[in-house]
């Protein structure tokens, strides 16, 4: 059983929040109302720590990093695609090593290891480098910035793809729907390595958020983190709906916010005071549209009946508390 | 002070294409210090503007802000600056013009709202909307 | 340097595997990542057995990739301290885009590389096509034809790849089982003249330094990316003045000399052949005893193949009539790395050799000393004749009928 000792900085409510002093940056390239940066302004001002960043190919590392201008405030690395979280993992190491060896004092505090990655990269090319670094159990914080698509390259379907959604290698046409796998339940996944801490957080619900990402700060060992990231490019929606379009995904369910503690206790950490419709969430992203064509309606039935059925089973988890 | 960087030639530029943000070192931890006290290098991407990026801008009436701060987190490109728990304005360096924060903004009338890029700020103020009835 | 010290005899027996392990753990390495694969495997196990009986103050992170281990050693090395690992064949041909990554972001780091094959079909045992597939991937590279040698260049490795003017990854090779399995005496160093040797790891831009925080690995566009290319090759190109002072301080310290080109045979030898690894040291015995039948030869390799020393092995060959460049890889439907290298460093000279290409050695077929002996006879009757004595590249000890490729043109003197 993990023993949690809070070490954050207290953040009561948004004003005091606010307070923070940014380390990321304005002129990036990202989208016009992209969430990854609100995710990774979340992450990042939830601490006062000293950092040490991680991302892996993508938008948010091509975006921030694009030589001659850097948009993070505290050291960074990217290598490639697959190997953001190996590279921490090196890095984690390396801290050990010089604080063992006395060449980084003890005097120095502990600084805190945080990887970012897309979707394309977690659920897909980067899999077996974050269950290795899961498996050796480094001390470090993984977030993956899910948009549900490659897409800095141009949005290319993910195994994180759900069904029925439009992408450029599994495009809904005459004779398709889009894509036709399920989404791989990664937190699922990343819990079975029996990692201490796993969530799923969105950046509209920032306290929820904001308080899972303390809690991983504090948590020793690995930590995962599924952030949606309601892409106005991919997702086809306007730029400043993002946050509405993220209400949708939490209040339906769709994007369901809980963490699960060891491996094996699932906690919601989020109940909507009214669920609303799938139907509405989808209704709301273009990439979605041809499901409302009357031959692809039973898929949107189809999708009710799943979130429903997941919904049921996280309350069950939660009940038997393993 | 050397010289700017798009004037180095291939000897002069740090090896491993490598970016500092700050000028120098720094002796203090950066997340106790706000970005106005920091020295940041032209490496920084602080030091660009993405301003010509918008055609429409936000235009912040502080007299109905609340200072609620929802513009301030949920701005993807860190253009609402907010000290002391207050809302400062918007920083048109940086700002795309996505609306979000006028999305967000709870107010009634909203204190955040998109303008043509080419309004002034007064004009834009002036042309601030009642506050909505309810049904409207 | 280590809290544990080793006392090791001042004639030890060891394999290339052993000498790799036993330089990694002198050389205090602050993180090794690796993972296991035929030949290299011995090299990370023995280090774990020294890790596991406090021979070593460093870290091990098994990963459960070559990629990863190369990742994690890019991290590590980023991070601000020394690192290393070991892999041959499959292994290395899985971390490949790692590698270009390490050096185009300028991080130290030693790979041990112990030649192996490349698949398919899958074969274990020692050819240079791991060696070849590292030739543009922006490395230094140096080629160890023995155990002593393997323990020497792997502990020069570090000094060279972390040298404030180098700061580039550094392969130290050795052929898979010829050296990496053959036990022979190597004379080590002691533990504290070994650390003294290479020195402390030189920390530049360091991630873990907060005063001066870093970005590493950025994307250039058209605008930038040939700079920083042109500046990465200038500096492995001028990695040749550091490497040649650390083989002189080498050899003031324990007598060995190292050069960029290694020759052995008559000054007046005028045929010779140009080769990689243990080949060399079988060519000496041929040499030796060719001279019984009145034929002086001579044998030319690189010793440090990259940054490639065209100045220094043109003028090793100028005074050759006859000159066979033996490649141990495939070739994959043109001449080999060898043959090609030479004769671009000899075209910019006077001298104009019949130079042929053959092809030996695959999935570790033996090249014995007679074998050798007869390609001695070859080049001698080529070089008394002035043409080659068949097409330019042939495959030497496959077993079918003969297998050559290319035609001379023109005429030869």
């Known amino acids: 059983m993990s023993t949690l000792v809070n070490t954050q900085k207290e953040i009561k409510n948004l004003k005091s929040f606010s307070t923070a002093a940014e380390r990321f940056e304005g002129s990036h390239l990202l989208c016009p109302g992209c969430a990854h940066s609100i995710i990774v302004r979340e992450v990042l001002n939830a601490t006062n720590d000293n950092l040490v960043v991680s991302a892996s190919t993508g938008c948010l590392e091509v975006c921030t990093a694009i030589y001659p201008h850097t948009s993070w405030d505290c050291s960074w690395i990217h290598i490639g695609f697959e190997n953001s979280s190996t590279a921490m993992a090196g890095v984690e190491t390396m801290n050990k090593a010089l604080r063992n060896k006395g060449r980084i004092s003890e005097d120095t505090p502990e600084p805190k290891f945080v990887t970012f990655g897309g979707d394309g990269s977690t659920y897909d090319i980067g899999f077996q480098w974050i269950s290795g670094c899961f498996e050796r159990g480094h001390d470090f914080m993984y977030v993956c910035l899910d948009n549900e698509v490659y897409a800095n390259t141009g949005g290319q379907r993910s195994s994180s793809t759900p069904i029925g959604a439009s992408t450029t290698t599994a495009p809904a046409g005459s004779h398709s729907y889009g894509e036709k796998r399920q989404k791989k339940d990664i937190v699922s996944i990343m819990a079975a390595h029996g990692a201490p801490y796993v969530a799923q957080v969105a950046p509209n619900k920032w306290k929820d958020m904001v308080k899972k990402i303390q809690r991983g700060f504090d948590t020793k060992g690995p930590v995962f983190i599924n952030a949606m990231s309601a892409c106005t490019t991919e997702w086809k929606f306007a730029p400043n709906q993002t946050i509405e379009v993220s209400d949708l995904a939490v209040d339906s369910l769709v994007f369901p916010l809980y963490e699960i503690i060891d491996g094996r206790e699932l906690n919601i950490t989020y109940r909507p005071k009214n669920i609303i419709p799938v139907r509405d969430y989808l209704g709301a992203q273009p990439r979605f549209k041809h499901l409302f064509k009357p031959e692809y309606e039973y898929l949107i039935d189809e999708w009710q009946q799943r979130i429903d059925k997941r919904w049921e089973f996280l309350q069950k988890r939660e009940e038997i508390r393993m | 002070m050397s010289k700017p960087i798009s004037e180095m030639g291939w000897d002069e530029l740090v090896p491993g294409a490598a970016l500092y943000t700050f000028d120098g070192d720094i002796d203090y931890n950066i997340a106790d210090i706000q970005p106005e006290d920091r020295m940041y290098s032209e490496t920084s991407s602080k030091s660009m503007s993405v301003g010509d990026w918008r055609v429409i801008k936000p235009v912040w009436n502080s007299e109905t802000c609340i200072d609620c701060q929802n513009c301030w987190i949920f701005c993807p490109d860190t253009s609402i600056i907010a000290r002391n728990k207050e809302m400062k304005g918007v920083d048109y360096e940086h700002c795309k013009g996505c609306g979000l924060c006028v999305s967000v903004c709870p107010t009634n009338p909203k204190s955040l709202l998109m303008f043509n890029e080419f309004e002034t700020v007064e004009n834009a103020l002036s042309q601030w909307p009642e506050k909505k009835k309810k049904g409207e | ?413």
């Not at chain 3, 543009?136 to 003017?165: C, N, R, V």
């Not at chain 3, 040649?244 to 960029?260: D, I, P, S, V």
């Not at chain 3, 080949?279 to 010793?303: D, S």
């Open chain 3, 1 to 413: 340097m280590n809290k544990r010290v080793m006392d090791l005899k001042k004639v030890e027996v060891w394999d290339g595997n052993m000498a790799n392990s036993q330089a990694l753990r002198q050389a205090d390495v602050d993180v090794i990542a690796a993972y296991p694969i035929t030949p290299s495997t011995a090299t990370v196990e023995n280090y774990c057995m020294f890790h596991a009986n406090g021979y070593v103050d460093g870290e091990v992170i098994m990963t459960e990739s070559e990629h990863a281990a190369m990742s994690a050693c890019i991290g590590a090395g980023a991070a601000g301290g020394r690192v290393a690992t070991a892999t041959s064949s499959q292994g290395l041909a899985l971390m490949i885009e790692t590698l270009y990554q390490a050096s185009g972001m300028r991080i130290p780091v030693v790979l041990c590389l112990v030649n192996r094959a490349l698949a398919a079909p899958l074969n274990v045992n020692g050819d240079h096509s791991d060696l070849y597939l590292t030739r543009d991937s922006g490395w230094i590279s140096i080629d160890a034809f023995s155990p002593q040698e393997a323990y020497d260049m792997t502990l020069m490795s570090f000094k060279i790849s972390e040298h404030p003017a180098v700061r580039l990854p550094v392969i130290s090779n050795q052929d898979g089982f010829m050296t990496s399995h053959t036990a022979q005496n190597v004379t080590p160093l002691e533990d504290d003249v070994a650390c003294k040797f290479v020195g402390d790891y030189l920390q530049v831009n360091a991630l873990l330094n907060f005063d001066k925080p870093v970005t590493h690995g950025v994307q250039t566009e058209q605008d930038w990316h040939f700079e920083h290319k042109a500046k990465q090759h200038a500096a492995l190109m001028g990695s040749k003045k550091v490497i040649l002072e650390t083989f002189a301080q080498f050899k003031e310290l324990t007598g060995r000399e190292y050069k960029l080109v290694e020759t052995y045979g008559d000054a007046d030898a005028n045929i010779a052949i140009v080769c990689l690894g243990s080949t060399f040291e079988t060519a000496m015995l041929a040499i030796e005893q060719l001279k019984e039948e009145g034929i002086n030869a001579c044998v030319v390799a690189p010793r440090v193949f990259r940054p490639f020393p065209l100045e220094e092995i043109a003028e090793a060959l100028q005074g050759m009539k006859a000159i066979a460049c033996m490649d141990r890889s495939a070739p994959g439907g043109t001449v080999g790395t060898l043959y090609n290298e030479i004769s671009g460093a000899l075209i910019n000279t006077p001298a104009r050799p019949i130079i042929s290409n053959l092809i030996y050695g695959l999935g570790g077929r033996d090249m014995t000393v007679a074998g050798l002996k007869n390609i001695f006879r070859t080049l001698d009757k080529e070089a008394r004749e002035g043409k080659l004595s068949g097409k330019i590249q042939r495959f030497i000890g496959v077993r079918g009928p003969e297998l050559s490729f290319y035609e001379a043109q023109g005429v030869q003197k």
